[in-house]
């Protein structure tokens, strides 16, 4: 966890959400041809598009399939015009906020709120929904209750990515599947996502 001299509390961010369930997972991305910092990390978290098409285990269908089978990055909130994803930034901001819409394959549309800030040692992001998400008919989590958070921290060894995704789904979705496990491939996805997006740097 990071220092509590550091600013960052991410539990406290997660907890404030009241989740029914959460997942976590933390891994260390080697360095190879370069020294990652900051800068790159920030720069992986940019590529919105590359969410697209990401494979995950369906146990229903006993295959691999796309988990987002689109991913854009949106004008704001209110307009929700598509947008191309930045060319890489060459400083590092001290806080922003990106909107994303990601079809689901299981959800359809969903709509998220991306706030990224960086901090001496590290960069946050903080993504959760601004719009419910339904299947079919039915509510699945009403806004603001999905929250993925992601933590990247250059260390001696290699980038650091600690990750935390937590969820109130209703308790008719709650007694239809296994959300846990819904949780924790989603957070898969964008561990994977985010690990690509740094070995893009690796030139």
Avoid: C
């Amino acid at each position: 966890m990071p220092s509590p001299d550091s600013g960052i509390d991410i539990y406290r961010i997660m907890l404030e959400k009241k989740p029914s369930y959460f997942a976590e997972a933390l891994l260390v991305f080697p360095y190879s041809n370069k020294v990652l910092d900051r800068l790159d990390a920030y720069n992986a978290l940019g590529k919105i598009r590359d969410l697209k098409g990401r494979l995950y285990h369906s146990a229903s269908k006993d295959a691999e399939i796309p988990l987002f089978e689109d991913a854009t990055r949106l004008e704001s909130e209110k307009r929700t015009n598509a947008i191309p994803d930045p060319q890489p930034a060459r400083e590092l901001p001290g806080r922003e906020t990106v909107y994303i819409r990601l079809k689901d394959v299981n959800f359809g549309n969903s709509y998220y709120r991306a706030n990224i800030s960086t901090s001496p040692h590290g960069v946050t992001y903080n993504l959760t929904n601004f719009k419910t998400i339904t299947y079919i008919i039915f509510t699945v989590m009403k806004e603001e209750k999905f929250t993925a958070l992601l933590y990247m921290e250059p260390l001696r060894e290699g980038m650091l990515v600690y990750s935390l995704a937590g969820s109130d789904v209703t308790d008719f979705i709650a007694n239809k599947i296994d959300v846990p496990s819904a949780i924790s491939k989603r957070l898969a996805v964008f561990i994977g996502w985010v690990s690509d997006g740094l070995k893009a740097t690796k030139i």
